[in-house]
């Protein structure tokens, strides 16, 4: 885990999105005030503050009895993170092609994809991949609906992260390059493609990902990328 992200609220919280993001947080791990003062140096204050952070943005949760706990991956939980994810993506791809947008933005973020490796961090890899979707939302124009991606990709990464989706840079990399050339077709075929990447590369890859993990459940984080 890192140790030097600083002692302020954002600082903490920064640190533990970016352990969830490498899958050092195992769904279940209990987080302590006391602890984690003692990592950063920080007062109670700071660390009840950074970790309220995370729970509003759904990567940790309080349960009673446990406190503050790495919320589990569930069949639930991914089928309601992708239902909302594709209203908000296919409703801002229909304003982003009323409009014409030319998708070059998109363009860019599938590039910075493609220049990851098999050795690249799985996290800088999910962030590759989300900066794609981002730019597709951003398509949109629409302020509100960028917002409302904005606030739940930082849930969605962390479960991908969790989860070790059945994927690599260069399998995400080949897709998102087909994804862009089918949104500059425009109409139905780019509305499928994405609608297809959604369904496809994301809610079945994290389900069979999820059932995999649950066959064999001793696996670390990382195990399941082989």
């Not at 940790?60 to 239902?83: F, W, Y």
């Not at 994810?85 to 409703?91: A, D, K, M, V």
């Not at 479960?159 to 260069?170: C, F």
Request: proline share 3%; hydrophobic share 40%; aromatic share 2%.
């Amino acid at each position: 885990m890192r140790d030097q992200a600083g002692s302020t609220p954002g600082g903490i919280a920064q640190a533990l999105r970016d352990d969830l993001l490498d899958g050092v947080l195992e769904p279940g791990t209990r987080l302590t005030e006391e602890s984690l003062s003692a990592r950063f140096g920080a007062g109670r204050h700071s660390v009840r503050s950074g970790l309220q952070t995370l729970v509003s943005e759904g990567l940790l949760e309080h349960q009673r009895n446990k406190g503050i706990v790495v919320p589990a991956v569930t069949a639930d939980r991914i089928d309601a993170m992708c239902s909302y994810r594709s209203i908000l993506e296919l409703g801002a791809l229909r304003l982003a092609l009323l409009q014409n947008a030319d998708f070059d933005a998109v363009d860019e973020a599938v590039r910075r994809l493609e220049s990851m490796t098999a050795e690249t961090p799985w996290r800088h890899v999910i962030e590759a991949h989300s900066a794609v979707h981002t730019e597709i939302v951003a398509a949109s124009g629409n302020p509100r609906v960028v917002a409302a991606h904005r606030a739940c990709a930082n849930e969605l990464n962390c479960m991908l992260a969790t989860i070790r989706a059945e994927s690599s840079a260069e399998h995400l990399a080949a897709t998102h390059r087909h994804l862009v050339g089918q949104l500059r077709v425009g109409g139905e075929s780019a509305l499928k493609a994405l609608d297809d990447d959604l369904e496809l590369g994301g809610r079945a890859m994290m389900h069979l990902a999820l059932r995999r993990r649950s066959e064999v459940p001793h696996l670390l984080p990382g195990d399941l990328e082989s």
